[in-house]
């Protein structure tokens, strides 16, 4: 059966509750489940058909570039980029560059270019920098190192007429990363060791932001992330589509955006027998105007002015499907993909 969340994923359900699952990208496949003769069983038919062109790799050490560690006794799992940041650094000639505690300096002023502004001289090194490479390069190991998730995304913002400043910027990421490079996503299986096996989720947003120009000027930023067994499975840091009218609006326009994400999560969870269709996401926003404007529809004054969409988020609380809750700005887990913290 194809999953409805991810036409890439299979997954077939026994009379007896076992399960077998399929991941496919391209040409590389991951398989796991319950029970060590149906996968076998099942290598054994996808190579019969394929006419043995089909490789076992035998236990995932590698997938997509990312390596896959397991703690089988400790029931721990981590995925990390360290060889493909080693690679890109010696692909884009950093292999030797100093390395850096922050992707980011907590205090930037990076703005676009402004319209007629005379352009600054470029170095030797500047002129052949390889902005676009660097840039992809960077996004790719953002799938494992969520920290780097706004940094990057604000980069993206001057791809088209990047600037000196821009470029020493991006550099400085991936002198981040190579500091860091053994540092990725760990799971643990135990409850009994406090982790919470319930998928949460967190939400926040900035409000107004300033990029120097008129052209997308004053639109705030979405940052969200699900945790689940003791690491993230989903974030994201993004403008908004829209300029909200105040941090109420930006609040609420992230929340519906997490919202979303939530439903589809929980739809992967289901589809995976983790959990139960009504089982609702926690989500942790620390605005109340926000959670008050989503459980109570006479606070429509607040609201009034936005998109009737972003109204789906009022929808999903009363329907049971997200259950919407405070959480103290020094607690919130989403306050790094708004912001470049300390």
């Known amino acids: 059966?194809?999953?409805?969340?991810?036409?890439?994923?299979?997954?077939?359900?026994?009379?007896?509750?076992?399960?077998?699952?399929?991941?496919?990208?391209?040409?590389?496949c991951a398989i796991t489940g319950d029970s060590d003769v149906e996968i076998e069983e099942l290598i054994s038919s996808l190579k019969e058909e394929y006419d043995g062109k089909i490789d076992d790799l035998g236990e995932m050490e590698w997938f997509l570039g990312m390596r896959v560690q397991r703690d089988r006794e400790n029931h721990i799992l981590s995925i990390d980029h360290s060889r493909y940041i080693t690679d890109m650094l010696e692909k884009f000639g950093f292999a030797d560059v100093k390395t850096s505690s922050l992707p980011l300096p907590v205090a930037h002023d990076l703005k676009r270019r402004q319209v007629g502004e005379e352009k600054t001289p470029l170095k030797e090194w500047e002129e052949e920098f390889p902005y676009l490479s660097m840039l992809g390069a960077a996004l790719w190991c953002s799938r494992v190192c969520p920290e780097i998730q706004y940094p990057v995304s604000l980069m993206a913002m001057f791809a088209s007429d990047p600037t000196p400043q821009h470029c020493s910027?991006?550099?400085?990421?991936?002198?981040?990363?190579?500091?860091?490079?053994?540092?990725?996503?760990?799971?643990?299986?135990?409850?009994?060791?406090?982790?919470?096996?319930?998928?949460?989720?967190?939400?926040?947003?900035?409000?107004?932001?300033?990029?120097?120009?008129?052209?997308?000027?004053?639109?705030?930023?979405?940052?969200?992330?699900?945790?689940?067994?003791?690491?993230?499975?989903?974030?994201?840091?993004?403008?908004?589509?829209?300029?909200?009218?105040?941090?109420?609006?930006?609040?609420?326009?992230?929340a519906y955006t997490a919202t979303r994400e939530a439903i589809c999560l929980r739809r992967m969870l289901v589809e995976l027998g983790e959990t139960s269709v009504d089982t609702a996401v926690d989500l942790n926003e620390d605005n109340q105007a926000c959670i008050k404007s989503a459980h109570n529809t006479c606070s429509a004054q607040r609201t009034k002015s936005m998109d009737v969409k972003y109204h789906f988020l009022r929808q999903a609380v009363q329907e049971g499907k997200i259950n919407l809750k405070y959480m103290d700005t020094k607690n919130q887990l989403a306050d790094i993909f708004t912001k470049q913290l300390p």
């Not at 053994?182 to 947003?205: H, I, T």
């Not at 932001?209 to 004053?218: F, S």
């Open 1 to 28: 059966m194809i999953t409805t969340h991810d036409p890439c994923m299979y997954v077939k359900c026994m009379p007896d509750g076992r399960r077998l699952m399929v991941l496919g990208y391209v040409d590389d």
């Open 169 to 254: 910027m991006l550099k400085r990421i991936l002198q981040y990363l190579k500091l860091h490079k053994e540092m990725g996503l760990v799971f643990n299986s135990r409850p009994e060791n406090g982790l919470d096996l319930e998928m949460r989720g967190f939400v926040d947003a900035s409000y107004a932001d300033n990029y120097g120009t008129t052209k997308d000027n004053r639109r705030s930023t979405t940052g969200f992330v699900f945790m689940l067994g003791g690491a993230a499975i989903s974030w994201s840091s993004k403008r908004q589509a829209v300029v909200a009218c105040s941090t109420t609006e930006s609040e609420y326009i992230a």
